[in-house]
């Protein structure tokens, strides 16, 4: 299975111990160049808003430059996969902890389910509903996800799919975990087939169960404002457990 990587030019440290981390695990990968959003001009920023607006309300699903940013750069790395003859790929961004298990999901894709178009190797501690598991390898379930999922910091996708959602046409695009995963707003994530390691097998710094282990990458596709974060988060935690209780969703723990 060949292995992509997601990184900035700028962000030598970043690839530096994404480098460490995947040769521990025995992974070669490929690097793709990332989109800056923050080098982008004003006038191509406006082009692609105009292309993609926006709808539902939720002040938080605004193109922002670093999701133009993200977006482009997954839309890179599906390109590259399409062209190439390999049916089925992994892509990473470049500020991930790995468990020690991925390397060997990463060996063949034997233990992909034949009607899977994404499998998920990432937890963000968000609640999903999950189906029973499809298969099994080295201990780790891969179970389909029938509720929305977030995070495209690690998943494998299959070429034919990858080729499709190049050619999805721009009205359909949105920040990149709600054109793939958001099932309410994305007629894209509504016929996709998402499937989940459960345990996870990848966890973005920012998500980092272990606070201590977290390295503090700065994140540049958050839009919500500073300000807001401390009340939303404690408004969303008071509500979490009773939420997940009544949708049937629970959080994906790390393996680490």
């Known amino acids: 299975m060949p292995n992509y990587l997601i990184n900035l030019d700028r962000d030598t440290r970043?690839?530096?111990r994404m480098r460490a981390e995947l040769s521990r695990l025995g992974v070669e990968f490929e690097r793709i160049p990332g989109v800056d959003g923050t080098a982008l001009s004003s006038q191509v920023v406006?082009?692609?808003?105009?292309?993609?607006?926006?709808?539902?309300?939720?002040?938080?699903?605004?193109?922002?430059?670093?999701?133009?940013?993200?977006f482009l750069s997954h839309v890179a790395v599906w390109r590259r996969i399409a062209s190439g003859s390999?049916?089925?790929?992994?892509?990473?961004?470049?500020?991930?902890?790995?468990?020690?298990?991925?390397?060997?999901?990463?060996?063949?894709?034997?233990?992909?389910?034949g009607d899977a178009d994404?499998?998920?190797?990432?937890?963000?501690?968000?609640?999903?509903?999950?189906?029973?598991?499809?298969?099994?390898?080295?201990g780790i379930a891969v179970r389909p996800a029938s509720f929305n999922a977030w995070g495209t910091a690690g998943y494998a996708i299959r070429r034919d799919v990858a080729a499709w959602l190049i050619s999805a046409p721009p009205r359909y695009h949105a920040?990149?975990?709600?054109?793939?995963f958001h099932t309410p707003t994305s007629p894209v994530a509504r016929v996709l087939r998402v499937y989940q390691t459960d345990p996870a097998l990848c966890?973005?710094?920012?998500?980092?169960?272990a606070s201590p282990n977290a390295l503090l990458f700065e994140s540049a596709t958050n839009p919500m404002a500073a300000e807001n974060v401390t009340l939303v988060r404690r408004v969303y935690l008071l509500a979490r457990p009773a939420a997940r209780l009544a949708l049937r969703r629970r959080a994906v723990p790390f393996q680490g």
Do not use: N
């Open 46 to 70: 406006a082009e692609f808003r105009y292309l993609r607006p926006l709808s539902g309300g939720d002040p938080r699903r605004v193109w922002t430059v670093g999701h133009i940013g993200c």
């Open 203 to 209: 966890v973005q710094d920012s998500h980092h169960p």
């Open 86 to 113: 390999d049916p089925i790929a992994a892509v990473f961004e470049d500020d991930v902890h790995l468990s020690a298990l991925l390397g060997r999901f990463l060996q063949d894709f034997g233990w992909v389910p």
């Open 175 to 180: 920040p990149i975990d709600y054109f793939l």
């Open 118 to 138: 994404i499998v998920r190797f990432e937890t963000t501690g968000h609640g999903m509903r999950l189906g029973k598991a499809a298969a099994r390898h080295e």
């Open 14 to 16: 970043r690839l530096d």
